[in-house]
């Protein structure tokens, strides 16, 4: 079935350092990618997507590319800050057949935190 | 204004008890789910209702029952807690149109079962 793997966290960065956090993807046809984050206390968010191969999705520096090819949607960021500390999820969207219902399976989360 | 709205944000309880939590959506959303988030940040679906239809009824002990009075309301009612039912309850909407597909999270209701 349909999945998304994610590196084990937690992982733990110096400010400014560069953040990769990975993420593979299991799936029939041709998903839409995407990353949460979950702030201490709050629920997921949104914070980028990517709705086909080779697609960048970016914001608040963070970005990531739809790689078809390795099945992949590694999330970037080149200098993260205390405040980038959360929970990041990768996602993908999964449809029936006839494409009228829809769902998102969510990794199972990466844990930051960046040290000052 | 909350677009996605949950109460309570706390529940703490004994167990046996039965407890509701309610969520609410303004956003004028098709579709509306719960989510539980356990221990380890780990986040599974657990329900998913479409114009107040069940669409989506993952593998949930059936003390679990959802129910969607209206398509922006959807509450969750737990009978005979467990220890084991300690977790984060989300409720999220939806209105998934392919290629443009979003999620709106509630902030959560944390239950701890004593």
């Known amino acids: 079935g349909d999945s998304v793997t994610q590196m084990e966290g937690p992982v733990t960065l110096s400010e400014e350092a560069f953040l990769t956090i990975n993420c593979t993807y299991t799936a029939t046809g041709y998903p839409s990618l995407f990353w949460y984050v979950q702030y201490p206390g709050e629920g997921l968010q949104l914070l980028l997507k990517?709705?086909?191969?080779?697609d960048k999705g970016s914001n608040k520096g963070f970005e990531a590319t739809y790689r078809k090819e390795t099945t992949s949607f590694h999330l970037e960021k080149g200098s993260v800050q205390v405040s980038d500390s959360a929970v990041y999820f990768c996602a993908l969207s999964v449809w029936d057949y006839g494409g009228s219902q829809g769902n998102l399976i969510f990794g199972k989360g990466t844990k930051l935190s960046v040290k000052p | 204004d909350t677009a996605v709205s949950q109460t309570p944000k706390y529940l703490v309880t004994q167990m046996g008890n039965d407890k509701s939590i309610k969520c609410e959506q303004n956003l004028g959303h098709d579709t509306m789910y719960w989510y539980k988030q356990d221990s380890k940040k780990f986040l599974k679906i657990m329900f998913s209702?479409?114009?107040?239809?069940?669409?989506i009824n993952e593998t949930v002990p059936n003390r679990f029952s959802p129910k969607s009075p209206d398509k922006a309301h959807l509450n969750l009612h737990i009978n005979s807690l467990e220890l084991g039912d300690s977790a984060v309850y989300f409720c999220?909407?939806?209105?998934?149109?392919?290629?443009?597909?979003?999620?709106?999270f509630g902030s959560g209701t944390q239950l701890s079962v004593l």
């Open positions: 209702y479409n114009n107040k239809e069940l669409i």
């Open positions: 990517a709705t086909k191969a080779d």
């Open positions: 999220a909407s939806s209105q998934l149109d392919r290629g443009n597909e979003k999620l709106f």
